[in-house]
């Protein structure tokens, strides 16, 4: 009996065993599977990286670039993107940035209409020009409402820089056929004829402007004209078109001061550098010139107006197949002076008047001789070389009857026919000055002192 009841506990014990065995070794195996990856189900899964940035990405979303194609312009050369234009300098003109730079972007080329911009503007300006801009194509393309004296123009901007690797096209080739100054007609007459066709780009009382670094092509009238400016830098600019392209001046200034043109390659049917009235304290140095009509100071006093230039500096230049090197034109019944300009360490290759003053210019055959005259005085030509077309004598001073030429300055000048040799003895009217040193071809023809008249004659009014 007593072992009877011991059987059946000891069955229980070992079944109740048994259970808690099985139930401890699944406990294990799922404790097991559950953090058989405890990190990843611990930590949050990183993002995938950004893809990367198109060309240029970074510098247009960098604050105070104003990318023309980010205001809708299209840049494939045939739709309008004026507005485009206008948006993106208003805003950047508004822009509290200290610079702001409107880029027009590379590989695009954009048809702006003839447009003023305008300041002042809140931080200094920065065109960027790494594509292309152009206006319309010829007269036939070009709004009847639109100004056609003038394409782009930037008005009362202080603080700009116009630069980049782009192009300015002018597109001026339908313009030259059309009448400008008086021009040839038929069996030699000559027609008067307005010009009659845009500046590509012009400022106009503007200050401390900078245009560096760009190419312009084939301006209808003049490629850059700045009126009423100052501090104005121009550097390693390239401006090309045809030789026989009318009144294509390269760079124009009017009534601007403190202007420094260096380094620049200029090839157009006009003068490569103009000086107006109203201009002082103007540097050239460096210029490659040619074809051309070379550099001028002038033409001043037309209209029997006064004009006043001083402080002209034109050095370490090359002159090349121009129709003048060095140039001072003006009309006669003006009134006012030129004075205190230096031509100096200059190369001239077949250019027909090296070294030329003119105070009988003239665009017909109606011009007389007036009693008033812009004067010329304090003219220093020196270190100048080269080679001349022998159609014209290689230096012509033809002043004013009435107001000489006074003070006239020539060192180191050899200048030999680029062709045969004959040499053309240089040429002089009622002109006064002193040879420094031996010239070549020699010098004769300038008078001693400085005559009663010109001491009479009141240049102060400049």
Same mark, same amino acid.
Request: net charge neutral.
């Given at each position: 009996?007593?072992h009877?009841?011991i059987?059946p506990?000891a069955?229980c014990?070992f079944f109740?065993t048994?259970?808690?065995l099985?139930?401890a070794?699944?406990?294990?195996?799922?404790?097991?599977?559950?953090h058989?990856?405890p990190?990843?189900s611990?930590?949050t899964?990183?993002?995938?990286?950004?893809?990367?940035p198109?060309?240029?990405? #970074?510098y247009n #979303?960098?604050s105070?670039i104003?990318?023309?194609?980010k205001?809708?312009a299209i =840049?494939?050369?045939?739709t309008?993107?004026t507005? *485009?234009?206008k948006m993106?300098?208003?805003?950047?003109? @508004?822009s509290?940035?200290?610079?702001?730079?409107?880029?027009?972007?590379?590989?695009?080329?954009?048809?702006v209409?003839?447009?003023?911009?305008t300041?002042?503007c809140?931080?200094?300006?920065?065109l960027?020009?790494d594509?292309t801009?152009?206006?319309p194509? =010829?007269?036939?393309s070009w709004?009847?409402?639109?100004s056609?004296h @003038?394409?782009?123009v930037?008005y009362r901007?202080?603080?700009m820089?116009l630069e980049g690797?782009?192009?300015?096209?002018g597109?001026g080739?339908k313009?030259w056929?059309?009448p400008?100054?008086?021009?040839?007609g038929?069996?030699g007459?000559t027609?008067?004829?307005?010009c009659?066709?845009?500046?590509a780009i012009?400022f106009?009382?503007?200050?401390n402007?900078?245009?560096?670094?760009?190419r312009?092509?084939n301006s209808p009238?003049f490629?850059f004209r700045f009126?009423?400016c100052?501090n104005v830098?121009?550097e390693?600019?390239?401006?090309?078109?045809?030789k026989? !392209?009318?009144?294509?001046?390269?760079i124009h200034?009017e009534n601007?001061?403190d202007?420094?043109?260096y380094n620049?390659v200029?090839?157009?049917?006009?003068?490569?550098?103009?000086?107006?009235s109203?201009c002082?304290?103007v540097?050239?140095?460096?210029i490659?010139c040619g074809?051309?009509?070379g550099?001028?100071?002038?033409?001043?006093g037309?209209?029997n107006?006064r004009?006043c230039v001083?402080?002209?500096?034109v050095?370490d230049s090359?002159i090349?197949v121009?129709?003048? =090197?060095?140039?001072?034109?003006t009309w006669?019944g003006g !009134?006012?002076s030129?004075?205190?300009?230096?031509?100096?360490?200059?190369h001239?290759v077949?250019v027909?008047?090296?070294?030329?003053i003119? @105070?009988?210019y003239?665009?017909t055959k109606?011009c007389t001789?007036?009693?008033s005259?812009v004067?010329?005085s304090?003219?220093?030509?020196? #270190?100048?070389?080269?080679?001349?077309?022998?159609? *014209?004598?290689?230096?012509?001073?033809?002043?004013s009857?009435?107001?000489?030429?006074t003070?006239l300055t020539?060192?180191?000048?050899?200048?030999?026919p680029? @062709?045969?040799?004959?040499?053309h003895d240089p040429?002089?009217?009622?002109?006064?000055?002193?040879l420094?040193t031996l010239t070549i071809?020699?010098?004769s023809?300038l008078l001693e002192?400085t005559p009663?008249?010109?001491?009479?004659?009141d240049?102060?009014?400049c």
């Amino acid at each position: 009996m007593k072992h009877s009841h011991i059987l059946p506990l000891a069955s229980c014990i070992f079944f109740l065993t048994l259970v808690i065995l099985v139930q401890a070794r699944h406990h294990s195996h799922h404790a097991k599977h559950k953090h058989s990856h405890p990190h990843k189900s611990s930590k949050t899964p990183k993002p995938a990286p950004p893809p990367s940035p198109p060309h240029n990405q #970074n510098y247009n #979303n960098a604050s105070g670039i104003f990318d023309l194609r980010k205001f809708g312009a299209i =840049g494939d050369g045939e739709t309008d993107d004026t507005e *485009s234009f206008k948006m993106a300098w208003d805003s950047a003109c @508004q822009s509290e940035s200290a610079v702001n730079v409107i880029l027009v972007p590379q590989g695009f080329s954009f048809l702006v209409q003839s447009t003023i911009f305008t300041g002042p503007c809140q931080g200094v300006l920065e065109l960027k020009v790494d594509g292309t801009l152009m206006p319309p194509d =010829g007269p036939e393309s070009w709004p009847k409402n639109n100004s056609r004296h @003038q394409w782009l123009v930037f008005y009362r901007i202080n603080g700009m820089s116009l630069e980049g690797s782009g192009l300015i096209d002018g597109r001026g080739e339908k313009w030259w056929d059309l009448p400008c100054k008086p021009h040839k007609g038929p069996h030699g007459t000559t027609l008067p004829g307005p010009c009659d066709s845009p500046i590509a780009i012009r400022f106009f009382m503007s200050s401390n402007l900078t245009v560096q670094g760009l190419r312009i092509k084939n301006s209808p009238q003049f490629h850059f004209r700045f009126d009423g400016c100052k501090n104005v830098h121009i550097e390693s600019i390239y401006i090309t078109a045809p030789k026989l !392209s009318p009144n294509t001046d390269g760079i124009h200034i009017e009534n601007t001061n403190d202007v420094k043109i260096y380094n620049s390659v200029i090839s157009n049917g006009d003068d490569c550098v103009s000086i107006g009235s109203g201009c002082n304290d103007v540097d050239i140095k460096n210029i490659t010139c040619g074809p051309g009509h070379g550099i001028s100071i002038g033409s001043l006093g037309n209209h029997n107006s006064r004009a006043c230039v001083s402080n002209i500096m034109v050095r370490d230049s090359f002159i090349k197949v121009t129709d003048n =090197g060095v140039r001072i034109k003006t009309w006669q019944g003006g !009134s006012g002076s030129v004075s205190g300009v230096t031509f100096s360490n200059i190369h001239m290759v077949s250019v027909r008047n090296p070294i030329i003053i003119d @105070q009988f210019y003239c665009l017909t055959k109606e011009c007389t001789n007036k009693s008033s005259a812009v004067s010329v005085s304090n003219i220093i030509y020196t #270190n100048i070389k080269g080679t001349y077309d022998i159609r *014209s004598p290689p230096m012509r001073f033809a002043c004013s009857d009435s107001v000489p030429c006074t003070n006239l300055t020539l060192s180191d000048i050899e200048l030999l026919p680029s @062709q045969g040799d004959i040499v053309h003895d240089p040429f002089c009217w009622n002109a006064y000055g002193d040879l420094e040193t031996l010239t070549i071809p020699p010098v004769s023809c300038l008078l001693e002192s400085t005559p009663q008249l010109v001491l009479d004659y009141d240049i102060t009014r400049c």
